[in-house]
């Protein structure tokens, strides 16, 4: 594998999961130092020991703003500073119509998916700009760019992505930072599987 990325360092939330973890392996592999967070210290540690590279695993939920604060400082005190950001980390909701849906799931989904993405460019900005510029990736969905009747908080949730990597883009590309969305088609993760399962499918 080619050292692409050697000596970048980079930010990855939603490590533990199914396209953190690959995608955490993936840019290792190619040279990159990783700072690789999710809720769980356990599952990180489990997620990444068989996986070789420069890997940190760190800890924190990305809705509390001092912890994603913490945790940028943390990859660029150990790392010497940041280059790229993937804002990753989502959950799916319920797997209901908007006219059942419960509140407090949709204030779940919003928090994670939205806020979760608004502090992890918020408080990256600084880092990369130090660095002479960089890179912010940030996970959205097909969801994010059509309706799906069952998936109201997440399809709002994903749109909204967009909108904040829309804003970061025009506001910071002039200061060398890329801002990008990606909008994956399903991928089979544990995600996929539960909303198939919640719309009555066999999970694959
Ligand atoms: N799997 C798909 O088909 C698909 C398609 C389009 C977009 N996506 C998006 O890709 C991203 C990754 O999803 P996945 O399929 O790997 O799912 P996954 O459930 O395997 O991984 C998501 C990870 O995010 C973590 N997480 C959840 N809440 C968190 C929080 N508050 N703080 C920190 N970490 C938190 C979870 O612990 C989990 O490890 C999500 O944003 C998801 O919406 C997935």
Same mark, same amino acid.
């Given at each position: 594998?080619?050292?692409?990325?050697?000596?970048?360092?980079?930010?990855?939330?939603?490590?533990?999961?199914?396209?953190?973890?690959?995608? *955490?392996?993936? *840019?290792?592999?190619?040279?990159?130092?990783?700072?690789?967070?999710?809720?769980?210290?356990?599952?990180?540690?489990?997620?990444?020991?068989?996986?070789?590279?420069?890997?940190?695993?760190?800890?924190?939920? *990305?809705?509390?703003?001092?912890?994603?604060?913490?945790?940028?400082?943390?990859?660029?005190?150990?790392?010497?500073?940041?280059?790229?950001?993937?804002?990753?980390?989502? #959950?799916?909701?319920?797997?209901?119509?908007?006219?059942?849906?419960?509140?407090? *799931?949709?204030?779940?989904?919003?928090?994670?998916?939205?806020?979760?993405?608004?502090?992890?460019?918020?408080?990256?900005?600084?880092?990369?700009?130090?660095?002479?510029?960089?890179? #912010?990736?940030?996970?959205?969905?097909?969801?994010?760019?059509?309706?799906?009747?069952?998936?109201?908080?997440?399809?709002?949730?994903?749109?909204?992505? #967009?909108?904040?990597?829309?804003?970061?883009?025009?506001?910071?590309?002039?200061?060398?930072?890329?801002?990008?969305?990606?909008?994956?088609?399903?991928?089979?993760?544990?995600?996929?599987?539960?909303?198939?399962?919640?719309?009555?499918?066999?999970?694959?």
């Amino acid at each position: 594998m080619s050292e692409r990325l050697d000596g970048k360092v980079l930010v990855i939330t939603g490590a533990a999961g199914g396209i953190g973890r690959a995608t *955490v392996a993936r *840019v290792a592999s190619e040279g990159a130092k990783v700072l690789a967070v999710d809720l769980n210290a356990a599952d990180l540690s489990a997620a990444f020991n068989d996986v070789e590279g420069d890997i940190m695993i760190h800890a924190a939920d *990305v809705t509390g703003e001092a912890q994603v604060e913490h945790m940028m400082k943390t990859a660029a005190g150990h790392f010497g500073g940041i280059d790229g950001v993937f804002n990753n980390a989502g #959950i799916e909701g319920a797997t209901q119509p908007i006219e059942e849906y419960p509140l407090d *799931v949709y204030e779940q989904v919003m928090a994670v998916n939205v806020k979760g993405v608004f502090l992890g460019i918020k408080h990256a900005i600084s880092h990369l700009r130090a660095r002479g510029g960089g890179a #912010i990736v940030n996970t959205a969905s097909t969801a994010g760019l059509r309706g799906s009747p069952l998936l109201p908080a997440y399809n709002a949730s994903k749109h909204a992505v #967009i909108g904040l990597t829309r804003s970061t883009a025009e506001g910071h590309g002039r200061h060398g930072i890329r801002t990008n969305a990606v909008c994956p088609a399903p991928i089979h993760t544990r995600m996929m599987r539960a909303i198939e399962s919640g719309m009555g499918g066999t999970p694959t």
